[in-house]
């Protein structure tokens, strides 16, 4: 017996680019925190070094999506390949920052951690 081979579009509930530009960011800590691409490491995302924005710019750059629990995220570069999975919730308002991709698997047809595993 094979698996059959199906697109991520097919398996995944949500596939969204960040926005592509740099967020501004402010120097004082916020409850809105951006990941970049040094956040996400091998399978991991670090929510301990993020950068702060305000209340606007979180709205902003969350319109189409907010990473959450079971989200896996993506570098697309600096450096590319690198797969984190989000085991926050949105209540802690964490945002994509510039060269980041967000799948949400669709739990029905893929386990997140497989799929952060086979990107890895």
Sequence with gaps: MSWP???LS???LLG???VNKTAPVVDY???????RTTNVKQ??????????VTEETFQSWTRRSQPRFGDVILTRE???G???????DENQNIFLGQRLFQYR???????WNYLAYVHA
């Design 78 to 80: 600096a450096p590319v």
């Design 105 to 111: 698997p669709d739990p029905e047809l893929l386990d």
């Design 5 to 7: 081979l199906k697109p």
């Design 29 to 35: 800590p916020t409850p809105y925190k951006m990941i």
């Design 10 to 12: 097919e398996l995944c």
């Design 43 to 52: 399978g991991f995302i670090d929510v301990d070094t993020v950068r702060y």
């Design 16 to 18: 969204v680019d960040c």
């Design 82 to 88: 690198e797969v984190g999975r989000c085991t926050f």
